[in-house]
């Protein structure tokens, strides 16, 4: 009986915002997701999910401040007034899946001269991207103002196989997917259920990249969660009175199962 109630709590608190969100980012975002790629990932938060403005995005390596094989696009600039952040808190990323090269007809898991990407992230740690997977570790974007708001911009950089900047012509895709937590934890407080994808060019002509980003879009996205455990984290709800710290896990359409919960204080 105790686990229903902490469970009709949860679902009263975020079903309707993971319903009505959902349909709101749905409905007039398709053709959004399909032009919007050269803009600034804009990332808000409705309850405990985070919506993007598109989940597919563009850049170019050789960007005037980065040189030939870096850039600092696209940034991040968090929408306050689709749904803020808490303040204090840091937005974050998790690197998932691995880098895919764009062979001019087909994205594959092959480089030609053991290329790999890297993010700086906002703690100076380096995150990559590789062929054969990515960096266990989560990076870090900034930390949200007190306004809710956080607009920063990363450096992305190619290296090949001698660990050198450099990179071959071609097309090059990366994933991460971001989440909210608490300064210095791990523990997501909210997430993005779907992963963003971001294609960037070294060296192609304009027209040759535009095909591989359209095909990029027409790839399989993996829509799981925060280290692809299907486990949403939440750190305060109430009960009967007092205040719990859940961890639950997605069983599909939108549904969670209790599989943790951890009296804390009213104050915490």
Same mark, same amino acid.
Not at 200 to 206: A, E, P, T, V, Y
Not at 219 to 239: M, W
Not at 244 to 254: A, F, P, R, S
Not at 256 to 268: K, N, R, V, W
């Given at each position: ?24 980012? +749905? ?5 959004e997701?399909?032009?919007? %790629?050269?803009?600034? !990932? ?17 850049t ?18 968090? +929408? ?34 053991? /290329? ?7 703690? /100076? ?11 266990? %570790? ?13 607009? @920063? ?5 190619i ?37 963003i994808? !971001?294609v ?18 027409d ?9 692809? $455990? ?11 009175g ?8 997605? !069983?599909?359409?939108?549904q969670?199962?209790?599989?943790? @919960? /951890?009296?804390?204080?009213? $104050? /915490?």
């Open positions: 009986m105790f686990v229903k109630i902490i469970m009709l709590l949860i679902s009263l608190a975020i079903n309707p915002f993971l319903s009505t969100a959902m349909a709101n980012e +749905n409905h007039g975002h398709e053709e997701d399909s032009h919007l %790629h050269e803009s600034d !990932i804009q990332p808000w938060r409705i309850g405990a999910e985070i919506f993007v403005n598109s989940h597919l995005f563009e170019d390596f050789g960007d005037i401040s980065g040189g030939l094989y870096a850039t600092d696009k696209p940034g991040v600039d968090v +929408n306050v007034e689709k749904g803020a952040f808490t303040p204090g808190n840091w937005l974050r990323f998790q690197p998932v899946g691995q880098l895919l090269f764009w062979n001019g007809s087909d994205w594959r898991p092959i480089v030609p001269n053991g /290329e790999r990407v890297e993010i700086k992230d906002a703690q /100076e740690n380096a995150i990559s991207f590789r062929i054969d997977g990515v960096s266990e %570790h989560a990076g870090v974007i900034g930390q949200i103002d007190s306004e809710g708001g956080l607009h @920063a911009h990363l450096d992305f950089s290296l090949d196989v001698s660990n050198a900047l450099g990179g071959s012509s071609g097309a090059y895709r990366i994933q991460l997917k971001l989440y909210e937590s608490k300064p210095n934890s791990d523990i997501s407080v909210s997430i993005a259920p779907s992963p994808a !971001i960037l060019n070294r060296g192609l002509q304009q027209e040759h990249f535009e095909q591989a980003v359209s095909a990029a879009a790839l399989n996205e993996n829509s799981v969660f925060v280290a692809d $455990t299907g486990i949403l984290n939440i750190q305060r709800v109430k009960a009967l007092t205040f719990y710290k859940v961890k639950l896990q997605h !069983i599909g359409n939108n969670f199962q209790l599989i943790e @919960a /951890e009296e804390i204080s009213g $104050t /915490e």
